[in-house]
């Protein structure tokens, strides 16, 4: 019986060897410094790399501790505005990652994430040290892990914090709550919101990303239309619906219009082009901007006069393709408000209405202001290089001195970014008063909560 079971224990010993192998020849190093092991060694466990985890967390700028009443190892670190916790139990073999942020160094921070896995090699309890896999705390606390064979090095590099996030902003309460944070190489130049909450936009290296997911690479514009998500790539127009791509046109050079009817240029950029939606095509010179308006049935586009830097305002017959002449003034932007077409004129500086019943126009000021666009079809936001104004029963009123480049509006007011930073319009009072700063862009809008994207 003695025997029995000493061939037990060592049969075991042999197993545990096998299993879990002391890698002393195993160099971790962390942003190029190695990391040192004094009295616990890296281990190799079922082709793992596991380490003691303070040695490696130290290195990472992190807070470990052990806590006795739950048997977690428990990790700590901070990124910015962004923190991350892992709590590793080896009795359980999981680990919870939860994820907290805020809105800026005087806030507190909240949870915004919190999940927990099973990792195929679970924690362990060494030599009274407690073991990770390595990779899998260093990518749940943002870093990139790589080997090279051999010198059989393990190197870890800690990536920058998130570029940027999107927010959930209330203005009632002025409170905002981090919806998620964005990959630490994407400098987002547009952004759309679907019915789902889903957040799409283009980042650093042309990538369409649906929240932190990239869908798409060399993505050059997108258009989110009744659920459906449409994407130009590489000159081919895309229909994305239900996580499935399939090519909806070819040789397609901008997206004119990404409100229903969806309006889009194929062609040769520099000979003209053919505009075309669901339902029909017509040729047209290079065309610069359009918009539309369905009560009076026409789309008005700034295009250029065959090859010449020349420019004249159309109106086009939805449906037909009928075009009309408007004025020769050259422009680059227009805007349909209150009945009337506003645009900015370039050779003959200054802002133009033209009635869309009359036809008649009328020039407003000699100043070339950009028309911006409407708020609840009584007033309307127009900017210059340095100064922001308001445009309601033809009086002109300065809000701000710097130029507008965004604008959004719910059922009471209205919401206008200058400069980073966020003001509300309030439509009966016609004050601005100013809310938030260090905003890139105002996604989307309701009568609850404002969906922005911070840096």
């Known amino acids: 019986m003695k025997k029995i079971r ?12 096998a299993v879990c192998a002391i890698a002393s020849d195993i160099t971790v190093k962390v942003g190029g ?42 990790v700590s670190r901070d990124a910015g505005n962004k923190r991350t916790i892992l709590f590793i139990s080896p009795d359980l073999g999981t680990a919870k990652t939860e994820v907290y942020s805020r809105a800026d160094a005087f806030s507190d921070f909240e949870l915004i994430y919190s999940n927990v896995t099973t990792p195929d090699v679970p924690a362990q309890i060494l030599s009274d040290r ?40 209330t203005p009632a309460q002025n409170t905002a709550v981090p919806v998620f944070f964005g990959p630490s190489d994407a400098l987002t130049r547009a952004a759309e919101r679907d019915a789902s909450g889903s957040v799409y936009y283009i980042g650093s290296g042309n990538r369409l990303y649906k929240n932190d997911v990239i869908i798409a690479e060399n993505v050059s514009d997108f258009a989110l239309l009744d659920h459906v998500l449409y994407y130009i790539q590489s000159g081919t127009l895309y229909k994305y619906a239900d996580n499935k791509a399939e090519i909806f046109d070819t040789n397609v050079i901008s997206l004119v219009q990404k409100t229903a ?23 047209f010179s290079k065309d610069v901007f359009a918009c539309a308006d369905e009560k009076y049935g026409y789309y ?28 020769q003034i050259q422009s680059t ?11 900015s004129g370039y050779t003959v500086p200054g802002l133009y209405a033209l009635s869309l019943d009359t036809m008649e126009l009328q020039e407003l000021y000699q100043d070339r202001l950009i028309p911006l666009a409407s708020l609840d079809n009584t007033a309307l936001v127009v900017y210059d290089n340095t100064t922001t104004h308001i445009l309601k029963d033809g009086a002109l009123k300065t809000v701000a001195a710097a130029k507008a480049t965004d ?28 809310l938030r700063s260090g905003v890139m862009e105002i996604v989307a809008a309701d009568d609850n909560a404002l969906l922005l994207l911070e840096n």
């Not at 092991?37 to 190799?44: E, G, L, M």
């Not at 700034?302 to 449906?319: Q, T």
Request: net charge negative; with cysteine; hydrophobic share 40%.
């Open 33 to 74: 410094t190695a990391a040192v092991f004094s009295d616990a060694k890296p281990a190799i466990v079922e082709g793992r790399t596991m380490v003691p985890i303070r040695a490696v967390a130290d290195l990472l700028s992190c807070n470990t501790y052990w806590d006795d009443e739950t048997r977690e190892a428990v």
């Open 130 to 169: 407690v073991y990770v896999p390595l990779r899998f705390i260093s990518e749940n606390l943002n870093c990139t892990v790589g080997w090279e064979d051999k010198t059989r090095t393990v190197s870890i590099t800690v990536n920058p914090a998130p570029a940027f996030r999107f927010v959930s902003y």
């Open 261 to 283: 009817p969806l309006v889009y240029a194929k062609g040769d950029s520099e000979k003209g082009s053919i505009l075309c939606t669901d339902h029909y095509a017509f040729k």
């Open 407 to 434: 604008i959004a509006e719910t059922e009471s007011y209205g919401y206008v970014l200058i400069s980073g930073n966020l003001y509300q319009y309030n439509k009966k009072t016609e004050a601005l008063s100013l």
């Open 6 to 17: 000493f061939s037990a224990l060592l049969f075991c010993c042999i197993l545990a060897f």
């Open 300 to 327: 008005y586009k700034i295009a250029f006069s065959g090859f010449s830097i020349f420019c004249v305002l159309l109106r086009e017959e939805i449906g037909t393709g009928v075009q009309e002449t408007l004025t």
């Open 333 to 343: 932007t227009a805007n349909v408000f209150d009945g009337k077409l506003y645009f």
